[in-house]
């Protein structure tokens, strides 16, 4: 079973930033399309962005789209995802996962981590 531990998060003011890391814990990421998915609270669970195994090919939800960018780095087994400009609507718990793919940008399968919570408020 795939392990991925997040963090990064934590509490932060509107237009602030933060950069969440995703960590593979036992296994490597290199071969996987991997997905930044969100859940606010009384909300379902909504990717947010996935990154090719290579790294060349990202998507992007249409809200997050030119304030987040997600990167990898398959030499440190790790998926990264800068946010900036951060709004009070991008509150949540963010996880990672194995994702479908960039252009079907879900997750693989129903495995979730711990998330790292995000909170964007004055």
């Known amino acids: 079973q795939k392990q991925f531990v997040e963090s990064g998060g934590g509490l932060v003011q509107p237009g602030g930033s933060l950069r969440l890391s995703c960590a593979a814990s036992?296994?490597?990421?290199?071969?996987?399309?991997i997905g930044w998915f969100r859940q606010a609270p009384g909300k379902e669970r909504e990717g947010v962005s996935c990154?090719?195994?290579?790294?060349?090919?990202?998507a992007y939800e249409d809200s997050v789209k030119g304030r987040f960018t997600i990167s990898r780095d398959n030499a440190k087994n790790t998926v990264y995802l800068q946010m900036n400009s951060l709004k009070p609507e991008d509150t949540g718990v963010y996880y990672c996962?194995?994702?479908?793919?960039?252009?079907?940008?879900?997750?693989?399968?129903?495995?979730w981590g711990q998330g790292t919570q995000v909170t964007v408020s004055s």
């Open positions: 996962a194995e994702a479908v793919g960039v252009g079907t940008c879900r997750a693989f399968d129903n495995y």
């Open positions: 990154i090719s195994s290579s790294g060349e090919s990202t």
């Open positions: 036992g296994f490597t990421l290199e071969y996987y399309v």
